[in-house]
């Protein structure tokens, strides 16, 4: 049967996607659930990895029957994921050890602290492009192997497996077969090398991680193994991945030096494409792997915020302000400005420029007047100051200064969050019609690497623009909101 069709897997924090994509890359069909998300310890953030696997097979299951396709007319499956979170399982059952440690999750800050110690900050910095915070997965491994019952001599032994989210999705869809990963995924454990693309021996030393745990590294557009619907049906080629924040960047097709996205997900990560060369971030960014235009390895600067969407959640699930995200731009829109209230969302501490791990979240200026309205306009705003943060440092370290900013992600379908984007930065901010880019860039790479779209070139013709955010605020208003913000992060860190 003709192929028709590919399919992409979207592993986020929150949520797994599954949506199938035409020759076109128009969205056919799109299935999505929400998972448990476990908060142990404060500070503490963990997923159930069966859960992970049971949502997303589910979807995927969903979306095709709901489009009534069948798998062989399905080209390939691509896979998009959440990144850095660990999973870690034993390789003669698949039985995952220990849940799931998410990336957000401040538990291993002591072991960076012993990093820093031995002085591996700089060897850090240079050769894996990150700096030690509990962000990345290569902490969070050795404290499964230092807390679970067994599990370093087990790991000795080589009984257990490391995967991020995007690993142990291919080892669950080929029944245990495939033990792999990409570059983009790789450059987030705090164990690979970006320049030689290799493991790296000093580091898995100085965490005691054993080798014959790490998965295969596999170019992000490739076929890594087959896979069938529930078990059934024609076999399907499971074929391109990335991490999440690089396979946005590449579906909306920044593949050359000096494009950016920012993505508004659960965090904020605000991607540029450097090209063939790994720029060095003197302003608080990371140096991490992209995907160039025929897949190969390039470079990106990167700033991560850890709470973007995630504190409009907090305001749903936590104070009970909204009923749904989509409430805050109606109750926002209600008031002139915050009445000078800011929220500094640092509840997992603070991430891009910042990486201070002890930091932890503040409302600032509180006065009798202060409303419900204020505190949501203020979570909003907190949302576009952070990813000022992050495009202040971009311009210093790239000198490149953006004038227009490509976005996508959960929270971009709030026209005021956007529009107060582009005010707060002076930036003209420009909305896809398909938001959906971490998934389309998932699909991209699928197809790509099984011959159902030729090159980037033919892509191009395929993404259109659903609305531009003109800065619409004078500069003086500018600089004393943003001085502001500032200010009230200056006094969350203090
Ligand atoms: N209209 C909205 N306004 C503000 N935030 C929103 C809106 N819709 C969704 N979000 C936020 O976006 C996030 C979901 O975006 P998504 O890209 O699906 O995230 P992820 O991939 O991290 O799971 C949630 O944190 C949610 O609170
Ligand atoms: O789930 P998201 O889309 O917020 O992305 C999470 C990032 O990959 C973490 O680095």
Known sequence: MQKKYVVALDQGTTSSRAIVFDHDANIVSVSQREFTQLYPNPGWVEHDPMEIWASQSSVLIEVLARAGIHSDEVAAIGITNQR?????WEKATGKPIYNAIVWQCRRSAEICEQLKAQGLEEYVRDNTGLLLDPYFSGTKIKWILDNVPNARAQAERGELLFGTIDTWLVWKLTEGKVHVTDPTNAARTLLFNIHSLTWDNKLLEA??????????VKPSCSVYGTTRIAGEGSEIQ???MAGDQQAALFGQLCVEPGMAKNTYGTGCFLLMNTGTK???????????VAVGPKGEVNYALEGSVFMGGATIQWLRDELG???????TEY????VADTNGVYLVPAFVGLGAPYWDPNARGALFGLTRGANRNHI???ALESIAYQSKDLLDAMTKDSGVSLKRLKVDGGAV???FLMQFQADITDVEVLRPSNCETTALGAAFLAGLAVGFWESVIELEHKACIDKHFIPNIDAQTRGSLYAGWQDAVARTRA
């Open 238 to 240: 499971v074929a391109g």
């Open 331 to 334: 109750f926002a829109s209600k």
């Open 84 to 88: 850095e979170t660990t999973v870690i």
């Open 376 to 378: 949501i306009r203020a």
């Open 278 to 288: 790994a720029v060095r971030s003197n302003h608080g960014l990371l140096t991490t």
């Open 413 to 415: 379908a709030n026209d």
């Open 321 to 327: 302000l909204i009923r749904d995200a989509s409430d």
């Open 207 to 216: 965490l005691d991680i054993p080798l014959s745990m790490l998965p295969e």
